[in-house]
């Protein structure tokens, strides 16, 4: 208790601290060298209008190949709220890892068959997933449907499976109490948000491990302020002449997307209280799905021609995925907000480092219309941000190079016999 209550304090101070925009000289003097790309410049000067948030983080090595972290901030501030979209998969991917291994003591792992019933308004059961081997719903598989292109249906499953209450007090015991995700990416009310879905998981021979209930949450949610956005917004189809309300919506700070990524690749970096308890294989898993390409991957099979290596990429998205080069992300775009939290390895030239990035691009100020400046603004400011660092990295000559072995994958192949259909359509 004393340890939580002492890591509650150190957020309090850091967020207190950070009340105010914050930039470091030294990431405001790499932004600014060399040619500059006029998307990023555009951005950089005119803050107020694009919510520009940025975090690189340099890592060096001691000589005992620990890592060391220097952070940098541009315009970084807690307060200014952003939609986090699909970055709040990242860390109900890794409480469902948590909750995983408390119920391998009935034979469950993340590939034992699961059964979603239904037991409340809304609720939609899921006996069946055609993306998965022989069909069959598992931990896994939604975990790499998430990291691969993004999956919105896996992510509700998981957060179904956690529950609304059991996210909250988990996060807030880690040293996380600000993170809020009270919402499933689905058309539910608070309270129907409140219940998850009954669950079964069954052995090969259809025999039931283990029968979750449903959940109901009953703790209470803080919200801070109200926070409005835009000039109007779409709902039923009609526009609505008033800002776009997120008061009660998800909110995660970047800082603190950015220490979860921190805390699953380098456990050891962070405080214990702050790490999430998940066994090395489920760890190692879900980095080799977090920097897998879906044309890599056979289950699913997604067509590679609106799914290509840098989807879910940010920070190269408008090129070609290097070879040498493997992202463990996350990213999350809805509302003209885009978000991306990677860690970027060189497996060549043994570089690594970590860049985080948020950037609101809705120049009509109408929220909801599916009508934003993605392709114009966001998607090339991230791309130019991530150039830029890149460059920087690769500029570096007395860098001491990292033994990266742990972080060096077996990836998958595609079978070039398989003739199952591509999988175009997803709601990610």
Known sequence: MKKYLLSILMLTLMHSTFSQPVTSPSLLKILNSGKQDPVLKQVLEDT??????????????????????????????????????????????????????ELKKYGIDRDTHMRFDSAYEKQVPLHFDSTAPEGKPTIGHFIKKIFL??????????????GHQNIHEKLAAKGYPTILIPRQFINFDEQENRRSNP????????????????????????????????????????LINE????????????????????????????????????????????????????SETDYPKYDTKIFHDSYAKFFFRLGQMPEN????????????FLTDVSYVLDTKNKIEYMLSATVYTNSDGVLNDGKYDYEDIGYPFLFALGQK????????????????????????????????????????
């Open 149 to 162: 292109i993004s999956d919105n249906d896996a992510y509700n499953r998981l957060y179904q499976f956690v």
């Open 389 to 428: 660092i890149f460059l920087h990295e690769n500029s570096k000559k007395s860098k001491r190079k990292a033994d990266i072995s742990d972080l060096l994958f077996q990836y998958d192949k595609r079978d070039p016999y398989d003739t199952r259909p591509v999988i175009s359509d997803v709601d990610n």
């Open 243 to 294: 800002p776009f309300d997120f008061s009660r919506n998800n909110y995660m700070s970047l800082r603190d997307m950015q220490q979860i990524l921190q805390s699953v690749i380098f456990p050891e970096s962070v405080p214990t209280e702050k790490r999430f308890d998940i066994d090395e294989d489920d760890r190692k898993f879900l980095l080799k799905f977090m920097s897998q390409y879906p």
């Open 325 to 336: 080069i493997r992202v463990f992300n996350k990213t999350g775009w809805a509302y003209g």
């Open 199 to 238: 669950i079964k998981f069954f052995d090969a021979n259809g025999n039931v491990l283990y029968e979750q209930p449903m959940l109901v949450s009953t703790i209470e949610l803080h919200y801070p302020r109200e926070i409005k956005i835009g000039k109007a917004h779409m709902r039923g189809g009609k």
């Open 48 to 101: 107020a209008t694009y919510r520009v948030q940025i975090i690189y983080t340099e890592i060096k090595r001691n000589g005992k190949n620990q890592p060391v972290f220097t952070h940098h901030y541009y315009n970084y501030n807690p307060e200014q709220y952003f939609n986090p979209a699909s970055m709040v998969k990242l860390p109900i991917a890794l409480l469902a890892l948590e909750k995983l291994k």
